[in-house]
């Protein structure tokens, strides 16, 4: 089955203990995104990647780093959690970054809370 | 700054009834507008996608139409169902120098109720 998956769905964690969120697609997919969701405020984009090795900021990529070291893997990491980076996360994938022309699949959606 | 306006916020229908939402933007050019519904504590999940040269697209019980010159967008359900009850963003992202950052809108959460 085609799908994006993210792990974990759920985590608790202290400020300032690192900790990296995963996500894989298996469609082959050149783009790969990460967004936040908070209560009242549309998705925003933290970062994204248009191919192996090549990643930009979105628009909120303070306090995040990622890589994309595999086409299929794109990890979204937290260095320094800090209460503020609670939230929902999701991961997005879709063919190529041309926007106008293909879909984009979400995964499930990491809920993070940091205490 | 690029911004997407949805309106309502929130709306509550009846099940069987029609409903039409709204899309406004800011952002300019554009590549494209796209409409996803979002279940409760779930990722979006596409319904149309529009370049700015379309006025219309369906699938299914929703019709999404553009009217780029006055930068809306609407989504209109007909004949709604218990799992129409969701949220539905509206996402425009721009056309320009190689800018991939979508902008969204915050969701109008639709309840149908029996």
């Known amino acids: 089955e085609a799908q994006v998956t993210q792990n974990p769905r759920y985590l608790i964690t202290v400020t300032g203990k690192k900790l990296t969120v995963t996500c894989s697609q298996n469609m082959n997919h050149e783009y790969m995104s990460w967004y936040r969701q908070d209560p009242g405020l549309g998705l925003r984009q933290i970062y994204y990647s248009m191919n192996v090795e090549v990643t930009d900021k979105g628009d909120v990529p303070e306090g995040y780093k990622v890589s994309r070291k595999e086409k299929r893997n794109f990890p979204l990491i937290l260095e320094s959690p800090s209460p503020n980076q609670t939230s929902l996360y999701f991961c997005?994938?879709?063919?190529?970054?041309?926007?106008?022309?293909?879909?984009?699949?979400f995964g499930p959606g990491t809920r993070l809370t940091v205490t | 700054k690029n911004q997407v306006e949805q309106s309502p916020q929130s709306l509550i229908i009846l099940e069987g009834k029609n409903c039409t939402l709204q899309?406004?933007?800011?952002?300019?050019?554009?590549?494209?507008l796209r409409w996803y519904k979002q279940d409760t504590g779930r990722g979006p999940v596409s319904l149309t996608i529009?370049?700015?040269?379309?006025n219309t697209k369906s699938n299914g019980r929703y019709t999404a139409t553009l009217d780029a010159d006055t930068k809306q967008s609407s989504l209109h359900i007909t004949a709604s169902q218990l799992s129409d009850s969701a949220s539905y963003i509206c996402v425009v992202s721009p056309l320009s120098g190689g800018s991939y950052i979508p902008t969204f809108g915050r969701g109008t959460s639709l309840i149908v109720h029996p």
């Open positions: 899309c406004n933007y800011t952002v300019s050019p554009f590549s494209n």
């Open positions: 529009m370049t700015f040269s379309e």
């Open positions: 997005a994938s879709s063919l190529s970054g041309r926007w106008e022309a293909y879909e984009q699949y």
